[in-house]
Every structure is written in structure tokens, then in C-alpha cells.
């Protein structure tokens, strides 16, 4: 008999009586504002930096200023082509080894932990918002959602609505450890710090600049 | 790894001979347990959220055996290799064919328990094959030639000039230069470096989903998603009782886990793994090695619900003041103490023991899993099977013959009132274990009957 059948046997001959499975708690509701302030107290708690912005240009000047000896950026933003690499995708991902900074769109945050779900189709290689040694992310203002149930009814939409992923990944400021006598320590393996944009269209620049 | 033979009570006691360390251990684990308690009571649905998890865990047990056909339909359709692992024996070969398929003698690996477990490090460097551990903790102990001691901080027992000096050693860092920045920038350095050069990359599962196939592996550092992106294949290895049904599932499990485990919200990479990106082989190995005969035992079958949060560690006391490496098993704590055994009664009868049965291991599991019951439970299967340690055993059976007669207990309390007031060194010696490294309390003049008897009118 194979490992296999070894194993189903067993279980199915020990496994207890069913268990109905319990319902999931309820969302709560948020407005827009609420909802985007909670998501960047959070972000910026576990070291991540958040900016409400009005388009593009804010964000290229923003990006500009912060990463101005970034000698290589790659962007899946057709809006950024004028500072960034924007090749819809490489050969080979080792080639993204030598990269400062990736700005790539994400399609919503979460409020209550700052996380920020991007799928595949967002990251022009897998590889890209891990190795990138700055990554910075592009949200906008409207798209935050209270919590992880909700995060997954809006993945479920997503995919009811036909786009279907074969990777994604919630990401949650930068890449840290903690793991030399519990000293935070940002920037592990993957991204060293991690900017979230807000964008929100309806908003004028006037004061900010 | 050395086969060791003592028991928590003699790796404890080395442990305690440093007593600053102990401290400073007992300590540190206490401060991410405060972090922990501060998560949670910042959810308000928190106890709901405990509920619903451990409700979602008892229907995967009762339905484990429908819930692996469907994983293992859908990741097959997702273009996913599914292999099916007995024991620790047969997972270590199937990662090792892949690789020999490979043709490949190099392999990064995050972290997994489950390859812990199995000793899957040991074996593959048997077979020539060089894994490097990256999660920055797991590297640091694999440099030392030690295994984890802790789950989820797997060098939390070394203090950064230790690591300092294994770093100067290996990774020819200046000596004397502790600092946790820079030694996690010199790690950085010398695992990228690694992550583009492996073509095999090995990740452990945090959850995988029934319904969807998928895999969901979470890391702070993001060092999971660096090798499984950068290698030519990805082998995943799991226990079974990984699964959940539902991907809406991960909602409840994902809001739990860190906040348990350090306290922080969420981790910062909770990827979802479904299908390989092209030209990219994909396998997961799914491990039996004992869960589904502990799935038969009643008493013990909930701990099958353990998310790995290491919470339990964190809270128990005696975890604090021993250490991970006197619990001589990859998963320690008050956890590892209920699972070990069903590996390896014998083997593992010391470690029920290694309990104060306070339960804070119980009320700070995500998944309410009642484990300090389960201790106590697995005290009396550990006894009756005749596997008590002999001096613990005549010990108790001392004690049944005082307790059950009246005028020799309370001939040996006075005996012993006696004794500690007059000749304390008969008992506060190194023959007797209670008084390792604890003062004498004071002696009462007279017992407690003697007192009521006096001052009842």
C-alpha cells in the first residue's frame, strides 16, 4: 500500500465525529476616512511610511526626494515610465538583484494591521517586492478595509470576477527581524523601508508642496 | 546533533547555572508575552476570534481525511506536485530525490519545524547536500552547531555577543563588534548572495487551503519569499494537520497568529502560494510521521490544532527559567511537552513533567487547546504505562502510604518541622532537588491541625 493510502486510511479511521464548522464574525463598517487614518497610524507603528497624495506627480516628487541616489528603478506604473524601468516583465529574476526601488500598484490595504494585498499580476516578477532594496506601494484612498474578513471577501470578489492569482501576498511594512536579543532591525532580507501611497484624486496639492 | 539522554530536569539545572542568563531569558520572553497581551486586547473580538479559530480547527480534524483529497486535487490542478510522507524517513528521501533530480547539492531553506522534526538538516548533510538556513535566528544556531530553542525566536537563548563572535567566525565580521544592525547587515549580505546562487529553495507552511490548493507560508523577513521566487523549484513541506477548509479562513488564523506570537499585528509576508510561476517546479510534502494515530487518541488529539505560535512558550514559567534546550525535542515549551510524547512516549516521559500546571500556556492559546489538562492527562498515561522515572515513583508511592494514614502524616510533618528548624543541611543539600537554586522558607512552629485543634473554640 502506498504512503498514500496508508496515511488517508488512518486518518479516516481516526478523525472524531463531524464538527460543524463555526460562522465568521461579522465586519465592522468604517467610513473612508476612519478607515485610511487607522491604516496609517498602524503602517507607520510597524515602520512603514504612509502619504496621502493627489496623483502621480506628488508621488514621483515624493519618491525623488527620498531615493535621490536611486540608481535603478522599476516601476509597473506606465504614469512613472519618466523616472522608472517599466518592462512588463524579465527572463530571468536575478537580473532584478541590483534594483533600489520598486513602486508597484497593490489593490487594497488592510486597516488594522497596515498590510497591503498585492498579487501577481501587480509585481512584474514574483521576485520583485521582496528584492527590491526600497518598495513602495500605491493604494488607493478608498480601497482600505477594516479587517481580515473583509480583505478576503474583497480577494473572493476579485476572483468571482475572474482574475484569479497563482501568487499573492499581503505585505506589511518593511522587511525586519528581531531576532539578535530582540533589537528590531529593519530591512532583513527584503525591502529596507516600505511607502505606501494613498491616492486619493478627489484631493488638491494646494499646501502641500 | 548529538542524541542526548538527560532529562528536562538535568538540561534545565546546566541552563540554571548561569543565573544572569536565566534572568535575562526569563525576562525577554516575559516583555513579547506583555506585547502579546497588548494585541490582543486591541481586537475587542478577540475571545471570539479564539472561538471561532479552535471551531474551524475541530472541523478540520473531524473531516482531515475529505479535506487532503481536495487539497491535493486542487494543488495538483494548480500544477502543484503533491507527495504523500509516512515518517520523518520518507520526507527526508522525497526531498532528497527532488534534489538529486535536480542534480543540484545546494538547498536554502526557511523556517519549517516540520524539517526539525523529520532532522532533515542532518540527513541531507549525510547524503552531501548543503543547506542554508536563512531565517536570520535559524542561521545563527545552524552556525553554532545547535538546534532551535525556541519556535518562533530560535536564538532568543543568545545573548548578541555570542552571535557577535559566530559571525566573526564564520561570516569574518571585525571581533568584538555586537551590534544588532550590523550583524543583521552582514547576514543580509551573506544570504543574498546565497538566495541568487541556490536553484532549490525549501519553506515550511504556515496554512494550507483545501478548497483553493493554495499554501500560505508567513515571514517577517521576508527570507521565504527570497529563495522560493529565486530557485527553480519550491518544495513545501507541511504536517497534515496544516490545512484549513476555506481560504475566507485565513482571515480568523491570520489575525491571531503574530498578534500571539510577538505581538505584532500581522507579519510583514503572508504570502499565498498556488501555482508555479513558469518553468518554476513546484512540490509539497505532506507529513504524516505520527499525527494520524494521535488524531485516534481522544484526550490528546486537540493539540493537532496548534497554529505554532510559540504563545504558550512565552507565558510559561517554566519555559522561561529552563530554556528550549531542555525540552530536547524541535517544538519545546508547554506544546511541544504534548506532542513529543505521542511520538515517543518513552522517550519524551520527562517533559508532562516540565509543568507547574498553572495554565497560562491554556489561556493564551489562539486556538484553545486545553494543554495544561493535557499534561496532567499525559502524567497518569505516562505512569500507568510504567515509564515514571524509578526515584519519582517510589517517591510517589511514599507519599500515598503517608497520606493515607493519618498518625504518620502527621508524624513526618512534625519529623520535618523538626529537621528544617534544627538540621536544615539534612535537607537543604544537594541530594535533594527542591532546594536547587531556591532559599529555605521559613518553619512553622506547630501545623495547621495543631493550630485549629488550640484556637477552634
Not at chain 1, 481516526?14 to 503602517?43: C, H, I, W, Y
Not at chain 2, 471570539?48 to 479535506?67: D, M, P, Q
Request: glycine share 6%.
Amino acid at each position: 500500500m502506498s504512503s498514500r493510502d496508508k496515511i488517508l486510511g488512518a486518518v479516516k479511521e481516526n478523525q472524531p465525529d463531524f464538527r460543524e464548522l463555526p460562522p465568521l464574525p461579522d465586519s465592522p463598517v468604517g467610513g473612508t476616512e476612519q478607515l485610511s487614518a487607522k491604516f496609517v497610524s498602524v503602517l507607520e507603528a510597524i515602520g512603514g511610511t504612509a502619504y496621502i497624495v493627489s496623483g502621480f506627480d506628488r508621488i514621483a516628487s515624493i519618491l525623488r526626494e527620498q531615493h535621490h541616489d536611486a540608481l535603478r528603478i522599476v516601476s509597473g506604473c506606465p504614469e512613472l515610465a519618466f523616472l522608472a524601468e517599466t518592462a512588463a516583465h524579465y527572463d530571468d529574476p536575478h537580473t532584478l538583484e541590483n534594483i533600489d526601488l520598486a513602486v508597484l500598484r497593490s489593490h487594497f490595504g488592510v486597516a488594522e494591521n497596515g498590510a497591503c494585498w498585492i498579487t501577481e499580476d501587480c509585481m512584474i516578477e514574483r521576485a520583485l517586492p521582496f528584492i527590491a532594496q526600497h518598495l513602495a506601494l500605491i493604494i488607493r484612498k478608498k480601497d482600505i478595509v477594516a479587517n481580515m474578513h473583509e480583505a478576503y471577501e474583497r480577494i473572493a470578489a476579485a476572483e468571482a470576477a475572474g482574475t484569479a492569482y497563482g501568487f499573492a501576498t499581503f505585505i506589511a511594512g518593511p522587511s525586519k527581524t528581531a531576532d539578535i536579543e530582540q533589537s528590531l532591525v529593519l530591512g532583513a532580507h527584503g525591502p529596507r523601508s516600505m511607502t505606501v501611497f494613498l491616492l486619493d484624486e478627489e484631493m488638491s496639492d494646494a499646501g502641500f508642496y | 546533533m548529538k542524541e542526548n539522554t538527560k532529562d528536562h530536569a538535568a538540561l534545565a539545572g546546566e541552563f540554571n547555572k548561569d543565573e544572569p542568563r536565566v534572568d535575562w531569558h526569563d525576562k525577554t520572553l516575559w516583555w513579547i508575552r506583555e506585547k502579546r497581551d497588548k494585541a490582543a486586547h486591541g481586537v475587542p473580538e478577540w475571545e471570539l476570534l479564539r472561538e471561532t479559530a479552535s471551531g474551524i480547527k475541530e472541523n478540520v480534524l473531524s473531516r482531515l481525511h475529505e479535506y487532503l483529497l481536495q487539497f491535493e486535487e486542487q494543488a495538483t490542478r494548480n500544477g502543484i506536485k503533491v507527495h504523500w510522507a509516512a515518517d520523518a524517513k520518507e520526507h527526508n528521501e522525497i526531498v532528497l530525490s527532488i534534489l538529486r533530480q535536480q542534480k543540484v547539492n545546494q538547498m536554502v531553506k526557511s523556517k519549517s519545524m516540520l524539517t526539525e522534526e523529520c532532522h532533515l538538516n542532518e540527513y541531507l548533510k549525510e547524503q552531501g547536500i548543503e543547506v542554508v538556513d536563512t531565517d536570520l535566528g535559524e542561521r545563527v544556531v545552524q552556525l553554532a552547531g545547535e538546534p532551535p530553542s525556541h519556535i518562533v525566536l530560535p536564538c532568543i537563548h543568545k545573548k548578541k555577543e555570542e552571535i557577535g563572535e559566530i559571525f566573526h567566525q564564520h561570516l569574518g565580521t571585525p571581533a568584538g563588534n555586537a551590534d544588532p544592525q550590523f550583524l543583521t547587515e552582514a547576514a543580509r549580505q551573506h544570504l543574498r548572495e546565497k538566495f541568487l546562487t541556490r536553484r532549490v529553495a525549501l519553506t515550511g507552511v504556515n496554512f494550507a487551503v483545501a478548497e483553493t490548493g493554495e499554501f500560505v507560508v508567513c515571514t517577517n523577513e521576508g527570507n521565504a519569499d527570497m529563495g522560493a521566487h529565486l530557485a527553480d523549484v519550491h518544495i513545501a513541506c507541511m504536517g497534515i494537520e496544516k490545512l484549513i477548509p476555506q481560504r475566507r479562513h485565513l482571515g480568523v488564523f491570520l489575525r491571531l497568529l503574530t498578534r500571539s506570537a510577538t505581538g505584532q499585528p500581522i507579519t510583514t509576508y503572508s504570502s499565498h502560494f498556488k501555482k508555479p510561476r513558469p518553468r518554476q517546479e513546484m512540490h509539497i510534502v505532506l507529513v504524516d510521521n505520527g499525527r494520524s494515530v494521535h488524531l485516534g487518541r481522544k484526550d490528546f488529539r486537540s493539540s493537532l490544532k496548534c497554529i505554532r505560535c510559540a504563545a504558550c512558550f512565552n507565558t510559561c514559567p517554566v519555559y522561561r527559567r529552563s530554556g528550549g534546550h531542555s525540552y530536547h525535542t524541535a517544538v519545546a515549551g508547554p506544546i511541544g511537552s504534548i506532542l513529543a510524547p505521542n511520538l515517543d512516549m518513552k522517550k519524551y516521559a520527562d517533559l508532562p513533567f516540565a509543568s507547574t500546571l498553572c495554565g497560562s500556556c491554556s489561556n493564551v492559546c489562539p486556538v484553545k487547546i486545553d494543554i495544561h489538562e493535557q499534561l496532567y492527562k499525559w502524567r497518569q498515561v505516562i505512569v500507568q504505562a510504567g515509564n515514571a522515572p524509578i526515584a519519582k515513583k517510589a517517591a510517589m508511592q511514599t507519599m500515598t502510604w503517608v497520606l493515607s494514614n493519618p498518625a504518620v502524616y502527621h508524624t513526618a510533618g512534625k519529623a520535618g518541622r523538626w529537621f528544617m528548624a534544627n538540621v536544615p543541611f539534612a535537607v537543604n543539600n544537594s541530594l535533594n532537588p527542591w532546594y536547587k537554586q531556591r532559599d529555605m522558607p521559613e518553619v512553622p512552629g506547630k501545623s495547621f491541625g495543631e493550630w485549629y485543634k488550640k484556637n477552634k473554640k
